[in-house]
Structure formats: C-alpha cells, structure tokens
C-alpha cells in the first residue's frame, strides 16, 4: 500500500493493486462481499450485501478510499414503454420486461451504486448494493462522507430509496408535493408519450437521394399541410 | 406551496435558534435569499442565508431551477444523440462535456480514436478550458465590484470561442466529438491561429495577474476567506481546482490511463496549501496558463492521419458498464454509463463536479459575513447547469 | 452679492440664484456621466460605449432621462409610500444644500456664509437620512442592509473628513471658503509667490485623507458596499424606478461634483489663479478683476473634472472592500493619520 504511494503521480494502478484492495475489504466486512469484478487494467467493482452497506463505506474509507466521488442508483427493470427509438409507423413490440443485472449481478430491481478514489494509490472502486424490494431504505452515509448528503437527497428524490440517519432528506429539485419517482423507469416521460420520437429512421431524405425522391417528399408535405 | 415555504421557514427558524449567537442581546436574526434571482448566482441558484446581522449563521443552497432531467433523458436518445445534451451540462465549457461520455461509449465498444484525433480532442478539450475559467478570472472582478476585468476577459475569451467555432462550427456548443474519432479535421490555417490566440491568452492571463491578483483589497478580500482544509475537501468530494487549492495534489488528467493526449505534453500541476478563496482563484489562473501552454505544445505534435476510426452507421454498444470521468474545467465530470446493447444508453449517472463543489457550501459558509458569501461562491465556481443537469 | 451694473429686483435675484444653482448642479452631473461613467469606462474597458444618440453618443444622457421619466412610479406593496418617496429628494437636497456655499469667483457666489466649510460638511450628511429612509422604506432586506451599512460608513467617514479639512482651515485661518480660496492664490512658499500656495502641497496628507473620505462619501468603488450590486442587488435603491431612480442616480454625480468642487476650492486654489500674476492684492478682494466672476466657474470646473477623472479611475479599477474593513480603515488608519496631520499642521504654524 505505502510503496504505490511513495512513487505515487508516476504509477498507475495495476490489476494487483485491485485484487489486493478485494482481499483487504473481504477481510474488513467478511462474507458480505457478495461479488467482485475487475475490468482488466481498468476499474473494479464489487457489490456487497445490503446490511453492511454503511459498514463498506467505513471499511474503504478506513482502507484509504477518503475521496467521495457519488452515490446513485439504477433501476434494472426494463422501462415498459420502450425506449421511443423505433419507427412510430412500426408494429409496437412487446417490451421485454425480464430484470437483467449488470456488473457483479444483483437480485433486486433497484441497486445502489457508490464511487470511491484513493487518492494516494491512484485507483477507484464501484460498490453496489442491492436495495430491497418491499422497504427500499438504505443506512445513510452521511456521517460518514459529507458529500453523499445531497447525493442521498437526489437518490431520494429520484428513486424513492431511503436512508436511514440522513439528516434532512427534502427533495432538490422537484416540488414537495411532486408524486413519482422520475428516475424509475415506469416512471413516463411524457415529453415521448404526447409526441413520439420519430426514431433512428431518417424520415429527411439523405443528400445521396435522388431528385424524384426529393420532389415527392416536397408534395406530400404540401399535401400535409 | 405557501404551506411548503412556512415549512421551510421554520425548519431554518429551529435551526437558527440553536445557532443563535446574541443570546444576551435578544437579537433577531433575519432570513436573506440569495437569488433565485441575484446579480451574484450565475443563473438561478438560491441561497437561504439565516443572518445575525451580516452574519451568517446558517446558509443552505437550493437548487433545482434549472433541472433538465438530463438522466431520464438520456434513456430516450441514442448514443450519439446524448453528447447534444451534455453539451449544455457546462455550458461555458462544453466540448470538455462531450470527451468522458465518448471516452466511455468507446471503451464499452473497445475502440479508440486514431491518434490525430486524440490529439486535436485534447486541444479543443483545453481550449474549453480557457473559454470556461478566462470567464471566471473576469467575473472574479465583478463579484467584488471591479467591472473593468470582466470586460477584458470577453474581449480575450472572444480568441478562443472562434477558434473553436472555426474548428467545430458552434461557439458554445460544438457537438464536435463522435465515437470513434472527431466530426471534422481541423481547417486550414487553424494551427497558426491557435498559436496567435494562445500567445494573447497568456498575455491576458498577465493583465488579469497585475490587475487584481496584485490589487491589496482582491487580497484582503480573499485571503483567509472559506478555508476548506484537505480533509472536508476530500469528504464532500470537491474536485477540480477547488480540491487542489487545499492542498490534494490530484489531477485526473495527469492521474489517469486515458486515450487523450495530455501525457505528450510537458506541464505542471499546480496546488496551494491554504485552501482559501485566494487559493482557488490563484489555482485557476496558473491552470489557464497550463492550458495554454499545453495546447502550444499539442499544436506542434499532430500527427498525420484520419480524425475517425471505422464505426458502423448506426452505433449499437456493446453491453457493459462503464466509468470515464477527466478533468474538466469546474472538476471531475464523469459518466457512468450502463448498455444494454441497445441503440441508446440503459442508464448514464452524470457525475458533474458544481454539484458536490457547492454541497460544501453549508459548511464553509457558517460565521462568514455577507459580503464574503459572494466572494466564496465566486471562487468555488459553479455553473447551474452543472449543479442541476 | 453679485454686483450687477443695473439694479435687479430681489425676486429676480432669487430667479437668478434658482437657475444658477440648479445649472451648476446639473451641468457638471451631465458632464460627469458623459466623460466618465459612459465615455472613459468604455475607453477602460475596450469598447466604445454609447455612439448611436448624437454625435458620439453625447446626447444619450437625455435619451436615458427621457426613458426614465416615462417610467410609470411604483411603490413596493408594503412600502412605508409617503417616506419612500421622499428619500430620494433628500438625497437630492442635500446636493443642493452643498452648493450654496461654494464660490465660483471674487462675487459669483450664492451666499458667503463665515463658517462656510463648517456649513458644509454638516449639510453634506443630510444625504445619510435620505439613503437610510430609503433603505428602510422600501421593506426589502438587500435596501435595509444597504441602508444601514450606508449610515455606517457615511458617519465612519465624515470624521476623516472634517479632520482631514480642518488642517486647511488652520492654514489658511478662516472658515470661509473664499478666504480659503484667497489665501491659497496669494500665499507664498518660502518667499516664492509664483504659484501662489495651493494647499495640495503643504496639506498633501489632508489631501489624500479628503479624496478617500469622498470617495467613501459618494460612495463609490472601493467604497460602494451600500450598493454593491454583486450582493446587495442595489443595496438601498434596489426598488427604486422611474424617475426615483433618476434622482439618486443624478443625486450622486452632482454630489461627486460638488465634493470636487469643494475638494479643488479646498486644496487646488479653488477659482483663482495666482494673484501674483496679475498682481492683485489678496487682502482686499476688490482689486481682483471683474472678468474673474466669468473665468472663475470655468476654472473651478477645469479643477473639478481633473478630480473627479481621479475619483473615476479608481471607481472603474479596484474592487471593494468588505464592510467591516472599511470601518478598520477609517477608525484604525484614517482618523489617527488625520490628527496627526492637524497636530503637525499646527505645530507648524505657530513656529513659522
């Protein structure tokens, strides 16, 4: 740990470093390291078990990850009103609605998500927590990294996650009296419900088009309007 | 949202009865709101401010007036469809925007721009830079009422902004990057004039140096103002300058394996041990020199080549999670992106660096008086949209 | 009393005084705002400033007054109205109030009080109430603490002030702003009456103390803290409009005008020229030409553009100070350094 720092701004972190920061926190939290996964000479994740939430947070923090770079979520559902990308004049296709987890796994639909950096080893780390589904509230990391306070608010807000000891958890952005969580994906963006995307397809002609083409597209426009 | 305005007022009324430091006197405080309209907040951010005279004993920022819901957005749009919207994320800097989510886009398809492109990526991506902080050593100025510096930093800025618009075709948001490479190459005759225009940068960079760096009441002003020691900085994830002016010596560019090309040039990152306004202003302007100095070096180093590697038409990303983030000019910006193999984006957490530089706002302002108020938010520099999204 | 060659009846005199009082008012403040606020700001600032009304922009002045007083008149809803609208003519008053006692040669004066500087710098604090009535008036939090922190600093900086002129009283010995004038034009230095002997000199000290306390005074960079629109909005004219608005905005540049007037009466031998030149005699302002009375106003103007260039240029360059450093810098630094100035002043005096 301390040579990486000695020779710090010069090395860049290597795959080692990462098993050994797994190694450490394993020995720090025990069997709630659910899983681990490192993207060769890139990042690490590792996802623990939702108790001992607030434990990791100290356990890295202790290790040396005093740097709080966010705290956020993802809900893994597949948005039920597609993604508003397709032909609008195609038949509409049945979204697919199986939960499929990324990195690490997961067995809940919505999964907290946290990074940290070492600054002195040069090297981050992705926890992942999964939220349970019948009460989504989480311990707090507030007390632990000052910052995570507004992250909290905002994961809140836009998540409907709880956390437990967060000192003030009103919300930032939307109206308090605002209903839904936007960030969820069966939450409507009503922006494509009211209008649909015309989609990848290009409905312009491409420059490459011929001239008729572009004539009948100027007629049906006239007829349009 | 009367009810939800008294709510808050009595929220802050209990806070600011334990905080109350006139006990003897049986003094009032008073509640000021700073913005959501004010001359000093750059946009639309409120500060409630609970004062004991002019000081302050209690401050809270609220955000929120300008949330575009960027991240539900993004879940609609194809990928290369998203970098039109976080383009308006720092919208003084916005090609810097653009690098982390095509960094990140490209590393989920294990592709990398060719190396000319890196290099002109990395130029735009400092020029950007010295659009965005030229504002802010301007506007320094006018946030303690000297309204000369601001307008040398628009004349100056001007340079920059065609310089980029000559390369990109926008002034303020190019769209310029493209997985895989860059839209364009540069035009002709670009280089000479980027050299032109960074040798008048570093001249501005002097003028604003003599003008009210040297000037005794900018340093009576800042000096020993909102100290944020390393630790609270580190807490509250405070990035960019503002995290070097307390003395962390972390610079992503430098810090980290990415395909841009700042490693090609010779450069100093600079921090300062007190951690003061003083501080973060002094960082930024070496910062601008640095820019300067590596878009001179970059600037002799293109290689030849195509700007685009082959990507297919219609761009579908490989399934995957990916974290990029790179120095940008407020602080760390980075993008986690999920894929799902799909045309666009599953979901993409913007990690913007205004929002945990003014969440440290509640605790660096307790005691100061309001006139300092202003000048700590001027020196923490924050963009709005690059607190909200 | 202005001697004219055919008798004027007394309410023609008073006519006479009206127009003048309000010409030399609010042609300096016109002046003022043209060469400096629009013209040598932009030239600072690199770029052009007002070019479209008139040639060179220079009748843009009366384009804004013509927009100003279009403006419909508004009161805040819980405005104390009678009281709010009236703070602005205070402000004003007290402008006019200043300029009675300023002579503008030998006999073009309004009136020639004995204690004239005395008159002066009392009646040049009656702007303070306006500027706090305002702030307090206008039931808006950024004009209250305007208000207040204007009061602060007037008063903080009134002493330096009247310290920083009492030197030039002792002097010169006398009150009255023409003998002051007089004695400047036709003193000598060591023997040498070539340039008279304008008080900059010997009370250079004074001098710089008077120029900052006016700064504070009209409240201007670095001094503008009861404005300072990058926190307090526009301190205690935020809610200010119209034609209100119009008459702080004049309000404050025929004061900067008048300051220098007295400033230049105080330290730059005023509307004389030295006497020795045309060897007239002091003692007995009888002797003094007639053609002084025209050539008088023009000088003093002269002298009071060149201070209010001074009083500009720092306006358009520095920053500002926060409140409390002010205060420090006029009970800690300012007022000491002023009576050390009168203590030396009149050491000085009784031993040459």
Partial sequence: MTAEADDAPAALPGDGLREGIVDDLRARIGDSLVDSHIAPNDDLWVRVATASWRETGEALKAAGFTYFCFLSAIDWMPSPYGKGEDDPDAEPVEPDTEIKQGVTGGETRLQLLARLTDLDRHVGVTIKADVPDDAAVMDSWSTLYAGANWHERECHEMFGIGFNGHPD??????????????????????????????????????????????????????DAT | MTLTDRQQLSYIASQAADARL???????????????QHPATHGTLRIICRLDGEQVIWAEPSAGYMHRGYEKLTEVRTFPQVTTLVNRIDWLGSFANEVPFILAAEKLMEIEAPPRAQVIRTILFELSRIANVSLFLGDLGVQMGAVTPVFLAFRDRE??????????????????????????????????????????????????????????????????????????????????????????????????????AWDKADWKVWTHPDGDSWARCWIRLQETRESCKIVEQLLDQIPAGPVMTKVPRIIKVPAGEAWVSTENPLGEMGYYVVSKGDLGPFRVKIRSASFNNISVVPWVLKGVYVPDVITILASLYFILGDIDR | ?????????????????????????????????????????????????????????????????????????????????????????????????????VPFGPDAYFTDFETGIFYAMAVGSVSVLGILIAGWSSANKYSLLGGLRAAGQLIAYELPMVLATLGVVIQAGSMNLNQIVVAQNDGEIFGFGGLGNPFIITQFVG???????????????????????????????????????????????????????????????????????????????????????????????TK????????????????????????????????PLSLANIAATAILKVSF
């Avoid at chain 1, 989609?199 to 088009?209: F, Q, S």
């Fill in chain 2, 22 to 36: 006139n006990v003897e006197l049986e003094t009032e405080g008073m509640t000021l709101n700073i913005g959501p």
């Fill in chain 1, 169 to 222: 958890l009103r919300n930032m952005y939307l109206p308090t009296d605002f209903e839904g969580y936007p960030l969820r994906k069966d939450f409507p963006l009503l922006a494509r419900m009211v209008k649909p995307w015309p989609g990848i397809v290009d409905v312009e002609p491409m420059p490459a088009d011929d001239e008729d083409d572009a004539d009948a597209d100027a007629g049906t426009d006239g």
């Fill in chain 3, 1 to 101: 009393m202005v001697q004219f060659a055919i008798e004027i009846p007394y309410w023609g005199q008073s006519l006479l005084r009206v127009v003048g009082g309000l010409v030399a008012v609010l042609l300096p403040a016109g002046g003022i705002v043209y060469l400096f606020l629009f013209k040598m700001m932009s030239f600072m600032q690199s770029r052009l400033g007002p070019m479209e009304a008139g040639p060179y922009g220079s009748l843009q002045l009366v384009a804004e007054v013509g927009k100003w007083m279009q403006k419909e008149d508004l009161a805040p809803e819980r405005a104390d109205v009678p009281i709010y609208k009236i703070a602005p003519l205070i402000v004003l008053l007290s402008t006019f109030l200043l300029i009675v006692v």
């Fill in chain 2, 159 to 260: 340079y920059v902004l065609n310089l980029i618009e000559s390369a990109t075709g926008g002034r303020f948001h190019p769209n310029f990057d493209r997985i895989g490479g860059l839209k364009d190459d540069l035009p002709k005759g670009w280089i000479d004039e980027a050299r032109q225009s960074v040798k008048k940068l570093m001249q501005f960079c002097d003028t604003i140096e003599d003008l009210l760096f040297g000037n005794e009441i900018f340093q009576s002003r800042m000096r020993g103002i909102g100290v944020i020691p390393a630790e609270v900085a580190k807490d509250y994830g405070l990035s960019g300058p503002n995290l070097r002016a307390s003395g962390v010596d972390w610079d992503l560019r430098r810090d980290q394996e990415l395909p841009m």
């Fill in chain 3, 304 to 335: 009071m553009f060149i201070l209010v260039a001074i009083i500009m240029w720092v306006r358009f360059s520095y920053p500002r100070f926060r409140e409390d450093q002010l205060q420090t810098f006029a009970w800690k630094f300012l007022i």
């Fill in chain 3, 207 to 301: 001098f710089l103390i008077f120029m900052i306390a006016v700064q504070a005074e009209l409240t201007q960079v670095p001094f503008d803290m009861p404005i300072a629109e990058s926190e307090l909005v526009s301190g205690y004219m935020t809610e200010y409009s119209g034609f209100r608005f119009l008459i702080f905005f004049i309000a404050e540049f025929a004061t900067a005008g008048v300051f220098a007037f007295i400033a230049s009466i105080l330290f730059l031998g005023g509307w004389g020229i030295p006497f020795d030149w045309f060897g007239w005699d002091g003692a007995d302002l009888g002797t003094v030409d007639n053609w002084m009375n025209v050539a008088g106003p023009i000088i003093m103007a």
